[in-house]
């Protein structure tokens, strides 16, 4: 059983003010496009395009669109040519961070985070500074209310998961990677309502630091810079700091 921490409350939040902002499309189609480009167009031997497809189709992505983004990947249609990027860095209070994207200029994009990093109070470390308090896992979380505790714990044991936690009446399951796409179908056939699913970079542990809403504001601006897909934080921060940000 984890230590429950904010992390995930300030994923789910995140990935709403994400899509509020209108970018959700872009950045799932350049997944998707890339993803294809590095495994191959078809999902049923790609587990990274598969993923990406589905999570478009849940974001109610049209269908042509995620047959356009496969089809510039796999080089039937023209289209950019995007390479991956990791940043790592770190926040405001000592805050490690991961920031990871797609760009086909590597330079700009370079600048632009790091400009981003020493506006808001952080700074831009070498590569595997913070990498070591991470690890790629799966992550789901269910709406609150959707089960009661040992239903899902139940639930857990009967899907083989990694590790669960329901501190502060969070439902959070942790997969393998390798499990992320089996895990996500399972749920989705049983109808359970999902509040977060993603492949993440999890923190070992989190910290809190006197000023949380510097560290959302600097989360908040390198999410709304084009190239950048996601951004790890081991913040741990208070719910009411979260919906003060929101508002």
Known sequence: MSGHSKWSTIKHKKAATDARRGKLFTKLLREITV????????????????????????????GDNIDRAIKKGTGELEGESYEEFTYEGYGPGGVAMIVEGL??????????????????????????????????RGFFALEPGALDEEAFLELALDLGVDDVSTAGGELEIYTAVEDYNRVREELERRELPLAAKELAMVPDSTIGVANPAQVLRLIDALEDQDDVQHVWANLEVDEGVLAAQEG
């Open 35 to 62: 993803s294809a480009r590095l495994g191959g167009g078809d999902p049923r031997g790609n587990p990274r395009l598969r993923a990406a497809m589905l999570e478009a189709r849940a974001n109610s992505v049209p």
């Open 103 to 136: 760009t086909d200029n590597r330079n700009r994009t370079a600048s632009e985070v790091r400009h981003l990093f020493s506006r808001h109070g952080g700074n831009l470390g070498e590569t595997g500074c913070v990498a070591w308090m991470f690890k790629r």
